[in-house]
T-cell receptor, first 111, second 112 residues
Framework: DADVTQTPRNRITKTGKRIMLECSQT?????MYWYRQDPGLGLQLIYY???????NKGEISDGYSVSRQAQAKFSLSLESAIPNQTALYFC??????????FGPGTRLTVL | SQKIEQNSEALNIQEGKTATLTCNYT??????LQWYRQDPGRGPVFLLL?????KEKRKERLKVTFDTTLKQSLFHITASQPADSATYLC???????????FGAGTRLFVKA
């Protein structure tokens, strides 16, 4: 079984809808991250969390919110989706060494 | 502002040759640098990590160098194979693992 899983894998939605992307990990890591990836751009950090009680904004947090329900679960929400949030979204975990383990990604399309 | 640059043009090489990818950075003092491989539609996969006090690191056919004076890392794949075709991402971290910044990646094509 994969160490980091994301659901859904693909989602098409309409402008103004609320969307939640979910991430679960079995690595036992405290640190979890949400990134978005657009063609030709590097991964951009949206939010990161170092434990259940610690959540921090990344480079591009506007329009997004997160919830760390447990050590193993970290969800990303788009409160009111807009077309420029169409992208590939990745969840990741890491241990203190810095190596990151990524999920398979969620392809989100906002019409 | 902090910037990471990887060659946006794809690198095409012949099987068996050495592929060399470059990562340059500015306005940054990374504690360590990482390289990841990403296949289309998949999440990045960790390959190597090199710390600021290390000049070179090797893993099987992979070699990474890190020059903090030039602010550059080189990533080499020796005896390249078609299965090495992928996008390779450079990533820097100056916060001890708290926040990593990724480059846009370089696409590598290895022809048989």
């Amino acid at each position: 079984d994969a160490d980091v899983t994301q659901t859904p894998r693909n989602r098409i939605t309409k402008t103004g809808k609320r969307i939640m992307l979910e991430c679960s990990q079995t690595k036992g890591h405290d640190r979890m991250y949400w990134y978005r990836q657009d063609p030709g751009l590097g991964l951009q950090l949206i939010y990161y969390s170092f434990d259940v009680k610690d959540i921090n904004k990344g480079e591009i947090s506007d329009g997004y919110s997160v919830s760390r329900q447990a050590q193993a679960k970290f969800s990303l929400s788009l409160e009111s989706a807009i077309p420029n949030q169409t992208a590939l979204y990745f969840c990741a975990t890491s241990d203190p060494s810095g190596e990151q383990f990524f999920g398979p990604g969620t392809r989100l399309t906002v019409l | 502002s902090q910037k990471i640059e990887q060659n946006s043009e794809a690198l095409n090489i012949q099987e068996g040759k050495t592929a060399t990818l470059t990562c340059n950075y500015t306005n940054y003092s990374p504690a360590y640098l990482q390289w990841y491989r990403q296949d289309p539609g998949r999440g990045p996969v960790f390959l190597l990590l090199i710390r600021e006090n290390e000049k070179e690191k090797r893993k099987e056919r992979l070699k990474v160098t890190f020059d903090t004076t030039l602010k550059q890392s080189l990533f080499h794949i020796t005896a390249s194979q078609p299965a090495d075709s992928a996008t390779y991402l450079c990533a820097l971290d100056n916060t001890g693992g708290f926040k990593t910044i990724f480059g846009a990646g370089t696409r590598l094509f290895v022809k048989a």
